[in-house]
Every structure is written in structure tokens, then in C-alpha cells.
T-cell receptor, first 114, second 115 residues
Framework: GENVEQHPSTLSVQEGDSAVIKCTYS??????FPWYKQELGKRPQLIIDIRSNVGEKKDQRIAVTLNKTAKHFSLHITETQPEDSAVYFC?????????????FGSGTRLSIRP | AAGVIQSPRHLIKEKRETATLKCYPI?????VYWYQQGPGQDPQFLISFYEKMQSDKGSIPDRFSAQQFSDYHSELNMSSLELGDSALYFCASSAGTGVREGGYTFGSGTRLTVV
């Protein structure tokens, strides 16, 4: 079955620096890749997603890239701010739209140092 | 290693019946999250518990209720089931409320079919 691996499990960056989180997926049929942010005790929030017909997508300080050949996708956060501190997880799906089944990565705990 | 255990894996109920889903977190995990995922839908956060207290609430219908017990397992109770409740329900567990070590481990889900 589909497997999504996410690295690193923890990441600490200086405020203002960039953060990169990487994921790989195993099922080449996956065609939808959402990223979620979860803050302390709160629900995961979708922050950005990308579909397999797009190689890169950007939304303000957040960008996601997808390499279908290598089955890699990455989240890039630039100009990090303290409020970016949270757990981020990637996911992959073969769903036609958002998902019929989502496989999540194991999560990355991002800490922003002041 | 032990994972998050959900039971049952599959459940078929008729409209207006009740259902109870169970979630057993990884040992020493004290936080449980419930999600509902309908066909072709993003997973929708329902509710979470930390140390047996509700910590966050999402799009959980009034017909649903949940609780976390002293052994940290959680149960999602669903009453007056509707066809639209047919979905995959999964829970996740973590140590603390998520911003600590380990991230999240999700269970394999309970597929509820309401007929």
C-alpha cells in the first residue's frame, strides 16, 4: 500500500530563516498532496496542497514543490516567524479530488528560535 | 511497536441506529483526535481530547459525542445515524498536544456504512 515518509521529525530554525520539509511517497498513482499545520492542542489545518499536474505552487511565504518522477514533494517556508512553530505533516492521496484515502507522513515539529 | 488501535474496522448500521467507535492510543500517548473522512472529501476534524478533557472541537454534529477514559482510550458515540454519516472515521494519538516529540500516529480507521 501507499507509504509516505517525512523528514525531518524535528526542525529548529532561526526566525527569518527558511525551513524545508521533505516527503516521499511510494504509490505512483498518488495525485494529490496536501500539507497540514497543527498547533498545540488544535486540529490540523490545511495550509497548501498541490496536484500532480503542477510542479510548484506558492502562497505568500509557503511553497510546495512536486517531483513526480522521483516521487518527492517538499514544503518550503520562507522568512519564518514565531507563529510558524507547529507540527507540519504531508499527505498523499489517489483521490480524484481531495481524497478518498489520505496517507499522512509522520509529522515534523518545527520550532522557530527568536 | 504498538500502533493506534481502532475498532471495529468496518461497521454497517441502519438509519437512525447508534454506533460506537473505539480508539486505543499508543501507550503513554495522552491525546486523541477524531477525524471523519467522507468519500472524496478531506478528512474533517471532529474533536480531540487531552488528558481526558476536550481540547478542541471541530465539525462534530450534535448527534455525536465522544469522551476519553482514564486509560486514555476514547469512544465516539454516534446516534440517529444518517446516510451522510457513512465515512471513514479515524483517530490519531500523540504524546502531549502535538507540538512535542513524535508527531502523530493515526489508526487505520473505522469504515462506517449507514444503509
Amino acid at each position: 500500500g501507499e507509504n509516505v515518509e517525512q523528514h525531518p521529525s524535528t526542525l529548529s530554525v532561526q526566525e527569518g530563516d527558511s525551513a524545508v520539509i521533505k516527503c516521499t511517497y511510494s504509490d505512483s498513482a498518488s495525485n494529490y498532496f496536501p500539507w497540514y499545520k497543527q498547533e498545540l492542542g488544535k486540529r490540523p489545518q490545511l495550509i497548501i496542497d498541490i496536484r500532480s499536474n503542477v510542479g510548484e505552487k506558492k502562497d505568500q511565504r509557503i511553497a510546495v514543490t512536486l517531483n513526480k518522477t522521483a516521487k518527492h514533494f517538499s514544503l518550503h517556508i520562507t522568512e519564518t516567524q514565531p507563529e510558524d512553530s507547529a507540527v507540519y505533516f504531508c499527505a498523499a492521496s489517489k483521490g480524484r479530488s481531495s481524497a478518498s484515502k489520505i496517507i499522512f507522513g509522520s509529522g515534523t515539529r518545527l520550532s522557530i528560535r527568536p | 511497536a504498538a500502533g493506534v488501535i481502532q475498532s471495529p474496522r468496518h461497521l454497517i448500521k441502519e438509519k437512525r441506529e447508534t454506533a460506537t467507535l473505539k480508539c486505543y492510543p499508543i501507550p503513554r500517548h495522552d491525546t486523541v483526535y477524531w477525524y471523519q473522512q467522507g468519500p472524496g472529501q478531506d478528512p474533517q476534524f471532529l474533536i480531540s481530547f487531552y488528558e481526558k478533557m476536550q481540547s478542541d472541537k471541530g465539525s462534530i454534529p450534535d448527534r455525536f459525542s465522544a469522551q476519553q477514559f482514564s486509560d486514555y482510550h476514547s469512544e465516539l458515540n454516534m446516534s440517529s445515524l444518517e446516510l451522510g454519516d457513512s465515512a471513514l472515521y479515524f483517530c490519531a494519538s500523540s504524546a502531549g498536544t502535538g507540538v512535542r516529540e513524535g508527531g502523530y500516529t493515526f489508526g487505520s480507521g473505522t469504515r462506517l456504512t449507514v444503509v
